[in-house]
């Protein structure tokens, strides 16, 4: 009714700026066409299209040309009306299209069916290529992202080794060992952080030492006395035998020596 129609102008005017999606507008609008007052429609729906990005979204217009149609707003305005959603819209315009290409079957002649399908044609030619182009874009971005994730897993790792394989210079220094070279593979400038734990033979008992390592693994590991056998722990990473043997000399006389090595036979901090 006109008083309803009143009510919703003065409420437009107290809340459109929190009006967000133009409800109070679009429901005086629907009044206005009950109303038949077609060019009031028509001015509110150019407001609303107008405002906040309205006129991409392929709801808006499919509302605004159901209104027209049910307010008997004729043929060349509704298809004047698909036509510049079909170009305007960009949410869903298979929608419009779709819209456009039904009613040109209906009240259109062949012509204008076939322009109506040209017309939808280019516009989906048009979203696909965005759509390939945006596709393109977020598979750079991932490629980009997972290549930068590998580099600082690699910098991790190789920062790691050289830090394993890194000499503390001023610790050996405090622990009062001067730098011993030694073969190759055992890494030789050593040392050691913390206080004496080894495996000392309290009855002065001895034994041959095993020369290759693998020889020595077998030795440690048969020889093994739970009672006469001690954990140390905290050494530096190029430590040898022969120097744990030497600074923990004046414990006894010691049987063996094992270093616990990794899978590739490098040391780890710990002995028994």
């Given at each position: 009714?006109?008083?309803?129609?009143?009510?919703?102008?003065?409420?437009?005017?107290a809340?459109?700026?929190?009006?967000?999606?133009?409800?109070?507008?679009?429901?005086?609008?629907?009044?206005?066409?009950?109303?038949?007052?077609?060019?009031?429609?028509?001015?509110?729906?150019?407001?609303?299209?107008?405002?906040?990005?309205?006129?991409?979204?392929?709801?808006?217009?499919?509302?605004?040309?159901?209104?027209?149609?049910?307010?008997?707003?004729?043929?060349?305005?509704?298809?004047?009306?698909?036509?510049?959603?079909?170009?305007?819209?960009?949410?869903?315009?298979?929608?419009?299209?779709?819209?456009?290409?039904?009613?040109?079957?209906?009240?259109?002649?062949?012509?204008?069916?076939?322009?109506a399908?040209?017309?939808?044609?280019?516009?989906?030619?048009?979203?696909?290529?965005?759509?390939?182009?945006?596709?393109?874009?977020?598979?750079?971005?991932?490629?980009?992202?997972?290549?930068?994730k590998?580099?600082?897993?690699?910098?991790?790792?190789?920062?790691?080794?050289?830090?394993?394989?890194?000499?503390?210079?001023?610790?050996?220094?405090?622990?009062?060992?001067?730098?011993?070279r030694?073969?190759?593979?055992e890494?030789?400038?050593?040392?050691?952080?913390?206080?004496?734990?080894?495996?000392?033979?309290?009855?002065?008992?001895?034994?041959?030492?095993?020369k290759?390592?693998?020889?020595?693994?077998?030795?440690?590991?048969?020889?093994?006395?739970?009672?006469?056998?001690?954990?140390?722990?905290?050494?530096?990473?190029?430590?040898?035998?022969?120097?744990?043997?030497?600074?923990?000399?004046?414990?006894?006389?010691?049987n063996?020596?094992?270093?616990?090595?990794?899978?590739k036979f490098?040391?780890?901090?710990?002995?028994?």
């Amino acid at each position: 009714s006109a008083s309803d129609s009143n009510a919703y102008k003065r409420a437009i005017d107290a809340q459109s700026a929190s009006d967000s999606n133009a409800l109070l507008k679009r429901t005086l609008a629907s009044i206005e066409g009950r109303l038949g007052n077609l060019d009031e429609v028509f001015r509110l729906w150019e407001e609303i299209l107008s405002e906040r990005g309205h006129r991409r979204e392929a709801a808006m217009w499919m509302e605004y040309v159901n209104l027209v149609q049910r307010s008997g707003g004729g043929t060349e305005k509704i298809r004047k009306l698909l036509r510049e959603g079909v170009v305007r819209s960009s949410d869903d315009p298979k929608r419009v299209c779709e819209a456009l290409l039904a009613f040109e079957r209906v009240e259109g002649s062949l012509k204008d069916w076939k322009e109506a399908n040209e017309r939808c044609r280019m516009k989906m030619k048009e979203v696909e290529e965005r759509e390939a182009k945006r596709r393109e874009r977020d598979d750079k971005a991932a490629t980009a992202t997972a290549e930068k994730k590998k580099g600082k897993k690699r910098s991790k790792r190789e920062t790691s080794e050289k830090a394993d394989d890194a000499v503390p210079s001023a610790a050996a220094r405090e622990a009062g060992i001067e730098f011993v070279r030694g073969e190759k593979d055992e890494e030789a400038e050593t040392s050691l952080t913390s206080g004496p734990v080894v495996a000392a033979d309290d009855k002065g008992l001895s034994h041959d030492e095993p020369k290759s390592k693998k020889a020595k693994l077998t030795a440690a590991r048969k020889d093994f006395d739970p009672e006469r056998t001690a954990f140390v722990s905290n050494l530096l990473f190029a430590v040898t035998e022969e120097e744990l043997s030497a600074h923990f000399s004046e414990c006894g006389q010691i049987n063996e020596i094992h270093i616990v090595r990794d899978f590739k036979f490098k040391l780890k901090n710990y002995a028994f």
